[in-house]
């Protein structure tokens, strides 16, 4: 069975900084995919930036150049690197995973809280 497990979230002030983290296990191939969503309270959930394993990332424009997206293979991992945070960045992400280049995959984590205080 497939698990995504996230660590990383928590409060931090503007202007901070936190790094997520997601492991998958159970799969016996590789993610092709691998993104992060989020959702703040009342929004539809959004993605927020996405790697694959072939090196090609995305990003959603409101995190351009604050936000870093990274992948070990070997450890079917993927990182969220999150700097200059804002309190709009506020939301649970959610890791995605997915054997289709698109970003939108069948797996899902749990999600964990980033909180962004003004």
């Known amino acids: 069975q497939v698990q995504l497990v996230e660590s990383g979230g928590g409060l931090v002030q503007a202007g901070g900084s936190l790094r997520l983290s997601c492991a998958a296990s159970?799969?016996?191939?590789?993610?092709?995919?691998m993104g992060w969503y989020r959702q703040a309270p009342g929004r539809q959930r959004e993605l927020v930036a996405g790697?694959?394993?072939?090196?090609?990332?995305k990003y959603a424009d409101s995190v351009k150049g604050r936000f870093t997206i990274s992948r070990d293979n070997a450890k079917n991992t993927v990182y969220l690197q999150m700097n200059s945070l804002k309190p709009e960045d506020t939301g649970v992400y959610y890791c995605n995973a997915g054997f289709v280049s698109d970003f939108r995959g069948d797996y899902w984590g749990q999600g964990t809280q980033v909180t962004v205080s003004s």
């Open positions: 159970g799969s016996r191939f590789r993610f092709n995919a």
């Open positions: 790697a694959t394993s072939g090196g090609s990332t």
